[in-house]
C-alpha cells in the first residue's frame, strides 16, 4: 500500500523560505509523478508544479516559476518543494500526491503541511 | 479564477440525484484531457473519486459516475446520502498550463 508522508507544520515570517518535504513508501518511487497542491485557507486546489522523478526534470505552473522549486532524491524515495521569499498569502496547506503522470489522477495524496506566513 | 468551472455549491436531499458540472476549453478538456474527480472531506486530504472521465478507484461506491462530452465533464451522484457532505473538485491537463484543478463545489446534503 503506497504511502506519502510529509514534514510536519511550519512557521515562517515574510522573506524567508520553506521546504517541505513527502516521503514515498509502498510502492514505486522513480516512475511516478509527484505534483505538489496547495489550498489556502477557505480556497480551492492549486497546482504548484511537480516532478516525474526518472526524468529528473520539473514541471511548474507558470504562477510558481522562480520561487517554487521541486526536487526529488531517489535514494530516499522523497520529494521535496521549496519556496523562497514567502508572503502572507503562501499561508496554507501544501500536499503532495502522486499520479502515474502528470495528466493522470492524483491516486495518492500526503496528509498535507501546514505553512503560515507571519511576522 | 480558475481554468475549470464548476458551479460554487450545489444541495439535495437524501436519496436525491446531484449533479455536478466541469467546464474547461479546446486547450484541456476539448483537446482530448481526461478528467478527474476529488472529493474532500473537512480537515482532510483530497480522495481520488473518479478517474479517467468515469473510472471509479476500488472501494468508490457506484452511487458516484462521471462522464465528459466535448469541453465539459460531469460527476453524477446518486442515492444521495449524509456522509456524501464535502467539497468536490474536478481537475485535468492543459496543453499550456499543466495540470488544473476546478474552483471547487461545496455539497450540502439537506
Known amino acids: 500500500q503506497v504511502q506519502l508522508v510529509q514534514s510536519g507544520a511550519e512557521v515562517k515570517k515574510p522573506g524567508s523560505s520553506v521546504k517541505v518535504s513527502c516521503k514515498t513508501s509502498?510502492?514505486?518511487?522513480?516512475?511516478?509523478?509527484i505534483s505538489w497542491v496547495r489550498q489556502a485557507p477557505g480556497q480551492g486546489l492549486e497546482w504548484m508544479g511537480g516532478?516525474?522523478?526518472?526524468?529528473?526534470?520539473?514541471k511548474y505552473a507558470q504562477k510558481f516559476q522562480g520561487r517554487v522549486t521541486i526536487t526529488a532524491d531517489e535514494s530516499t524515495s522523497t520529494s521535496y518543494m521549496e519556496v523562497t521569499s514567502l508572503r502572507s498569502e503562501d499561508t496554507a496547506v501544501y500536499y503532495c500526491a502522486r499520479g502515474h503522470d502528470f495528466w493522470s489522477a492524483l491516486d495518492n495524496w500526503g496528509q498535507g503541511t501546514q505553512v503560515t506566513v507571519s511576522s | 479564477q480558475s481554468v475549470l468551472t464548476q458551479p460554487p455549491s450545489v444541495s439535495g436531499a437524501p436519496g436525491q440525484t446531484v449533479t455536478i458540472s466541469c467546464t474547461g476549453s479546446?486547450?484541456?478538456?476539448?483537446?482530448?484531457?481526461?478528467v478527474h474527480w476529488y472529493q474532500q472531506l473537512p480537515e482532510t486530504a483530497p480522495k481520488n473519486l473518479i478517474y479517467g472521465n468515469s473510472n471509479r478507484p476500488s472501494g468508490v461506491p457506484d452511487r458516484f459516475s462521471g462522464s465528459k462530452s466535448g469541453t465539459s465533464a460531469s460527476l453524477a451522484i446518486t442515492g444521495l446520502q449524509a456522509e456524501d457532505e464535502a467539497d468536490y473538485y474536478c481537475?485535468?491537463?492543459?496543453?499550456?498550463?499543466?495540470?488544473?484543478f476546478g474552483g471547487g463545489t461545496k455539497l450540502t446534503v439537506l
Open positions: 509502498g510502492g514505486t518511487f522513480s516512475t511516478y509523478a
Open positions: 479546446s486547450s484541456n478538456i476539448g483537446a482530448g484531457s481526461d
Open positions: 481537475q485535468s491537463y492543459d496543453s499550456s498550463l499543466g495540470v488544473v
Open positions: 516532478i516525474l522523478p526518472v526524468f529528473v526534470t520539473p
